[in-house]
């Protein structure tokens, strides 16, 4: 076990490395990253000055090199907008990030497995169709679109929730549900399938022939053998999740990590991309881990000696 | 890593706090801004940015102000001034005034500001040539009087002095505490004490009780970040914000109707234009079909049309929020004579094939702007291809020279005539679209040194009149600032883009 966490390790630090090496190499491939945060009546003179002051103006390699020997310190150096450690806006983010992560995929949990369960059960009842229905609507339906009606709905009409920002639990509500929406309705329709596959397994008839009652058969031999995809898809939705969900943040004002790195991007502060991409892409990377760990805990088949 | 632990400190602790209702707000004078951006840093003079730059004024003072309707220099932190020498200026400061953190202000306090700003390790926007690095050096006189020497003639030092480029800091904190302590708690006289910061969140205001020009009516003034304007005006509308920036032309009914807020409109100082670039080869090099370009456009039909209403149109570079504006004529939209100039420079319209770059988002309504000159010039059988940059890439052709023979771009808040006329005609500049011409390069060169104001005036209305013959640009309009206002607040917008909460009144309804 320790073996193959190690070497599990060593891969996710390949990974992170390459994706940051990746990454350096792209957004050098975009324009100056000095006019964008300098005033538009700067001189030409000064622009070079301070692209020579920041290094730009070197080779590559050279820039890549130094960029290599800072990551490695942990320092991503300075956010070119902000003026503050790159790193350290970044993590600033992450817990209002995690935050609403947490908040979303536990709200998908709670209703799209039960529903999955209950459609697959229930096949072709009215219940059913109706699930069936919901979990199409969920996924057709923008994120934004969702957003804004609730914001219309339940903050201009009814002033229950506010709009947006960050605070209290009422704060939470709106931006959760519109993350979850889309996410319950694919896992749901997940959850269904696999259960309707696992129901008609011989272990099923063999419980049910042994006279196991029917919650027993459903919550004991068929869920738990449906939940290796569920898994799978979850873990890589909470990846997604932890990468910040841009939209959402933006239309409810959330201060966190999507919007941070949307606008490091289109502002090319390289620091702050590249510590938000080294950031994500570790949290990624020890998800998919955690993801790896819980198949040997769920399907002993795969359980390593 | 501390500021993760931190962040999630003050996560758990705001998630028991309960934000507070419009009527409230108005019984404890609280007032509420939503802004479409935050600032970029808490501090003073080290990033030129206009929003940034907004929030701290409310924290620090400036040496002079500006009326807002006559945009004159007015007292502030500084009583006075004259004009010693050519290169020497004398200000005589204000007494009594002291810091947030009882601090006196004095002449020591501006030395040490400036000579932050300039310190090569403070790494400052203000030390480049546009800024503050035409200044030689500042010399205390006495505790209340101080002289700012030029390296050479700088009219222009009065502006900077009086817009934000100069926001003091406390001289004896900013060296014992240092520039980094001071960029989590800013220190200043402003009639506002910095309370905090939460990024991509909220600022965070309550009102100096001690400050030298009386207290302000609002007890507390926080400005909070919503990127999505729908976002913003559902704010406005359930109460939780008094006064939101942006309100584009189509929602500006919603507003009117909702019974909680009203619209208030400005005349902003920035200005709009389409660039004719006669820095590349091409049609643009002739003169006559740059001004033929300014007869094909009707730029009142855009106005009207596009902007509904909610521009006023320019006639030359400058317009009259600024100070060294002197009116010009109007090309008129006319498009016989626009075929006529065509035919006179040889140019067969229907043959021409032009290529406009556009921001999307940048300026109001500025790709719908664009597509629609491409229709009007269509009229003369003109195609013209739009194309719509992200805005990094349209910066970064402006500055390579990459872009078609027209571009549209924004420029401000264009406050003073050396602001606007010296980077954006003379070939050498960051983001010009015209240049190399020598009576005008040698009339720029001129006008910025004049110390004399008769003199000054003079010669930017004779460069004024130079480029509006040379028609570098099909001269556009002054956006309109639009702002949603609660009825419980009372306070009127500037053409200087600022949100200035000093001025704002609370009152019940």
């Known amino acids: ?305 | 890593m501390r500021s993760f632990f931190r962040a999630v400190i003050a996560l758990t602790v705001v998630a028991l706090a309960v934000p507070a209702l419009a009527q409230d707000r108005v019984k404890s004078k609280e007032i509420v801004i939503g802004l479409g951006a935050e600032p970029r840093t808490m501090l003073a003079v080290t990033i030129v940015d206009w929003t940034t730059n907004n929030m701290l004024e409310h924290i620090y003072d400036r040496l002079l102000d500006r009326d807002p309707k006559t945009f004159k220099p007015v007292p502030m932190l500084a009583t006075g001034f004259k004009i010693v020498n050519d290169t020497t200026w004398e200000f005589t400061l204000r007494k009594g005034v002291k810091f947030h953190n009882g601090e006196p202000f004095t002449a020591q306090s501006v030395k040490a500001t400036l000579e932050y700003a300039l310190d090569p390790a403070s790494k400052s926007h203000y030390a480049t040539a546009s800024y503050w690095g035409p200044l030689k050096e500042v010399q205390v006189v006495d505790d209340y009087t101080v002289r700012f020497l030029t390296k050479q003639p700088w009219p222009n030092l009065i502006d900077h002095a009086s817009l934000t480029n100069l926001l003091i800091m406390p001289a004896k904190a900013l060296k014992e505490l240092g520039p980094a302590k001071l960029a989590e708690k800013p220190i200043g006289t402003g009639p506002f004490k910095f309370v905090e910061w939460r990024r991509d969140e909220r600022l965070v205001l309550e009102r100096n009780t001690d400050y030298w020009g009386g207290p302000a009516d609002a007890s507390r003034v926080t400005f909070r970040f919503i990127p999505e304007f729908s976002t913003r005006m559902a704010a406005l509308l359930s109460g939780e914000i008094d006064i939101m920036k942006d309100v584009p032309p189509h929602a500006v009914e919603a507003v009117e109707r909702s019974g909680r807020a009203r619209v208030r409109s400005t005349v902003s100082s920035r200005i709009n234009y389409l660039a004719l670039v006669n820095l590349k080869p091409g049609p643009m090099q002739d003169v006559r079909v740059r001004r033929a370009m300014n007869h094909a456009v009707d730029v009142d039909e855009l106005i009207k049309a596009v902007l509904k209403g909610r521009a006023t149109r320019m006639c030359g570079p400058l317009a009259p929020a600024n100070v060294d504006y002197a009116p010009v004529e109007c090309y008129r939209y006319d498009s016989a004579r626009a075929q006529a100039l065509f035919k006179e420079a040889g140019v067969e319209p229907t043959k021409l094939q032009l290529t406009l770059d556009t921001p999307a988002g940048r300026y109001p309504l500025d790709k719908d702007v664009s597509l629609a000159i491409a229709a009007q010039l269509q009229r003369l059988g003109i195609k013209t291809n739009v194309v719509v940059n992200e805005w990094g890439t349209h910066l970064d052709k402006i500055k390579n020279r990459n872009t078609g023979e027209l571009f549209f771009l924004g420029w401000g808040p264009a406050l003073n005539g050396q602001g606007t006329i010296q980077p954006l005609f003379l070939a050498d500049q960051t983001y010009s679209s015209y240049g190399n011409n020598k009576v005008i390069d040698e009339k720029i060169a001129r006008a910025v040194t004049v110390m004399d104001p008769k003199g000054r005036a003079a010669a930017y209305a004779e460069l004024q009149k130079l480029v509006h013959d040379e028609a570098p640009w099909v001269f556009l309009w002054q956006q309109h600032d639009l702002y949603g206002v609660a009825n419980t607040v009372e306070w009127t917008p500037r053409a200087d883009e600022k949100v200035w909460m000093y001025d704002a009144k609370i009152v019940a309804r």
Do not use: C
Not at chain 1, 81 to 100: N, S
Not at chain 1, 185 to 194: E, F, G, K, V, Y
Not at chain 1, 243 to 271: C, M, S
Not at chain 1, 273 to 284: D, H, P, Q, R
């Open chain 1, 1 to 305: 076990m320790r073996a193959y966490l190690l070497s599990r390790l060593a891969q996710t630090a390949l990974v992170v490395f390459l994706s940051l090496s990746a990454v350096f190499a792209m957004v050098r491939l975009g324009g100056d990253p000095v006019l964008l945060f300098m005033p538009m009546d700067i001189q030409a003179k000064d622009v070079n000055e301070i692209r020579q002051r920041l290094g730009f103006n070197d080779p590559l390699p050279v820039q890549y090199a130094r960029f290599v020997g800072g990551a490695l310190r942990g320092d991503f150096g300075e956010s070119l907008r902000y003026r503050r450690d790159a790193l350290g806006l970044v993590l600033e983010r992450l817990p209002a990030t995690l935050l609403l992560a947490a908040s979303a995929v536990l709200l998908t949990l709670v209703v799209a497995v039960p529903l999955g369960v209950v459609t697959a059960v229930r096949r072709n009842t009215l219940v059913d169709h109706a699930g069936t229905l919901a979990t199409v609507i969920g996924q057709a339906v923008p994120g934004f679109w969702l957003g804004l009606m609730l914001i219309y709905v339940f903050s201009v009409q009814l002033r229950w929730l506010p709009t947006g920002g960050m605070g209290s639990l009422a704060h939470l509500v709106m931006p959760s549900v519109v993350l979850a929406a889309f996410f319950s309705a694919r896992i749901a329709r997940l959850t269904r399938s696999a259960m309707l596959e696992a129901l008609g397994e011989d272990y099923v008839l063999t419980a049910r022939a042994k006279g196991l009652t029917e919650p027993r058969v459903v919550a004991k031999h068929t869920l738990r053998n449906s939940a290796i995809p569920i898994v799978t898809l979850a873990g890589l939705e909470i990846g997604q999740l932890l990468g910040g969900a841009v939209i959402t943040e933006t239309i409810f004002a959330w201060p966190g990590l999507g919007r941070l790195t949307v606008q490091a991007l289109l502002n090319r502060d390289f620091p702050v991309v590249l510590a938000a991409v080294f950031v994500i892409s570790a949290t990624y990377t020890v998800i998919n881990l955690l993801v790896d760990v819980l198949y040997g805990w769920l399907d002993p088949r795969v359980r390593l000696r």
